[in-house]
């Protein structure tokens, strides 16, 4: 296998991979990333299925990068622009019919499950560098193309905004303190703090290793 083809590959499996554990990730709720948080109050919001709604609002983040700077747009790009919000959806949904009732300890166990696997996921597409989430291209933009400030306080900066939104929404589409849980919670703070260690290991161990073999073989 050549060295486009694995990386093909890699970002495809990494997007699948992180679609389902998206999906569980908000079946556990106890709060998600923060752009998820953002899908999570549009999605109350607005009443067409998840999926759809993911590829409407990553098609306008994908005009902004489109028009501000195309170098971080690839084929993973538009692998997780199409695939990733229906599997999520589809993940969610069946979780729902097969755990109708889950206990606060399962929820725990499956949201710390979820976050191995989003790392991992994530790991696996960006080391194939055939492009990034259309979210993600714009803490870079901020950063690389408009100087804003370095990358990581651009990406915290984007971050808190989609938690804010993300909050507003919600509330605005009838949410309640009492379910508030399902977008912010203790799964925000833990992706804050340990998604970026998590993802270079899996980068060290696993993803890396994987390509270089390639190179050498």
Known sequence: MNQKTKRILMSLIGTIILAFSIGIFKFAAL????FQALMGGLDLLIPISFGTLYVIVNGILLIFSLVFDRSKIGIATFINLFLLGYIADFTLGSLG???PAPSLLLRLLLMALAILIICFAISLYMTADLGVSTYDAIAIILAEKWKLTKFQYCRIITDIVCVILGVLVFFLAGGTLATIS???GIGTIITAFFMGPLINFFNEKISVPLLEKERKS
């Open 31 to 34: 709060g998600v990333d923060p």
């Open 97 to 99: 019919r097969i755990l």
């Open 182 to 184: 399902t977008i912010v």
